[in-house]
């Protein structure tokens, strides 16, 4: 699942990155209302972590602006020190799917999160699978024939990619832009590395099985499709 946070307070927003990529998310965060904006335009984000008040454009803008104007289905969760309910209730009518009001535990903007994520925008399901692999996107669970199978933070989010564009090829740098942090430095190789942790783990484990991932010489893997 890819976060992007767009919050001015810089202390604040690194705490929730920090929190959230040890939850598995791949995190990207900006500062600014223009900057955060143009992000949300240009990146396909599953969810979008939108402070109220913000330098450049507010948070009610960008808001509507995404909704109205660009169209934009990823879950919107607004964050304001303002917790007056005509507050809260122009954020739900401008396009929010949630709202939190400052302070908050973290715990608490993680079951937000969690919540969020069992409405998803495609209606995938909270499950995803294919053949005898399932991956649980509320409880981190993978497991194939029955038996879990333990994975990497990256490995997870790799497979989750994969899973939810069942079917698609996809390249190197549609995996990076989706698995890693937008200011990570990933190179094209680590993809190959991590798709063979991940064939290591999921495969070569499950004898007579078929094989789940394909690379498609030239262009990139996919999951699922044709054999």
Sequence with gaps: MRILIIE???????????????????VDVSYDGNDGFGMAVIQDYD??????????????????????????????LMLTARGQIKDRVEGLNCGADDYLTKPFAFEELLARIKALSRRPRDSLGTVLSIDDLTLDTISYEVRRAGRPVILSKTEYALLEFLLKNKGKVLS????????????????????????????????KPFKGKRPLIRTIRGFGYRIGGEK
């Design 47 to 76: 969810l979008i972590i939108l402070d109220l008040m913000l330098p450049g454009m507010d948070g009610m803008e960008i808001c509507r602006k995404l909704r109205n104007e660009e169209k934009i289905k990823s879950s919107i």
């Design 8 to 26: 001015d307070e810089k202390r604040l927003a690194d705490s929730i990155k920090k929190g959230l990529k040890q939850e598995s998310y791949a």
């Design 172 to 203: 190197k740098n549609q995996i990076i832009e989706n698995v890693w942090d937008y200011d990570a430095d990933v190179l094209p190789n680590t993809v190959e590395v991590y798709i063979r942790y991940l064939r290591n783990k999921i495969e």
